[in-house]
């Protein structure tokens, strides 16, 4: 085992890297919660926290704070996602009938409505809203919710796109 080598694939950045630092970053903003009116300090500590443990070389760093940071103040601002802020559940576990796990990035579910927003990095892919479908799926299986309305939205931090996904009854 050649552990110079370990530390450098470590080290090397690509945009799965980013995508998993956006992740973290968002997950942390989403469970600290913000306030919608100045999300900025939140997002700051969010990312922070998310970029905390990364091995990273530090003017890389330096770097992908401010970026990440831009990231969290946009995803603050969408309003169809309020509902989840406030009363959402960040990366909970659903079993299937399978007794698989899934782990939504982001879900709100009453009987007066299911909201599930899955953060993404990268170019869109079929595969994705797929998994949000499946998402909803699995909430409408828990007691009571299985007629609440729905929205699905899938949401690149990267582009600053919220793409909203056709949930099929």
């Known amino acids: 085992r050649n552990v110079a080598r370990d530390i450098r694939e470590s080290m090397r950045f690509s945009e799965k890297r980013l995508g998993e630092l956006a ?3 968002a997950e942390a903003f989403v469970r600290a919660g913000f306030n919608p009116a100045d999300p900025a300090p939140a997002a700051a500590r969010a990312v922070a926290t998310g ?60 009987p007066a409505g299911i909201l599930v927003a899955d953060f993404k990095t990268g170019r869109p892919a ?28 899938l949401l690149y931090l990267d582009r600053r796109e919220c793409r909203p ?4 009854s």
């Open 126 to 153: 079929a595969d994705h809203e797929a998994q949000v479908r499946r998402y909803v799926g699995l909430i409408r299986r828990l007691p009571g919710l299985a007629e609440a309305p729905t929205a699905g939205f």
């Open 51 to 110: 970029l905390g443990p990364a091995r990273l070389d530090p003017g890389l760093r330096t770097a992908l704070a401010p970026e990440l940071a831009a990231m969290l103040v946009w995803l603050a601002g969408l309003p169809a996602l309020r509902p989840a802020f406030v009363s959402g559940l960040p990366e909970r576990e659903l079993l299937d009938a399978d007794g698989s796990r899934h782990r939504p990035d982001l879900f709100a579910a009453s």
């Open 23 to 25: 992740h973290a970053a």
């Open 165 to 168: 996904v056709e949930i099929r």
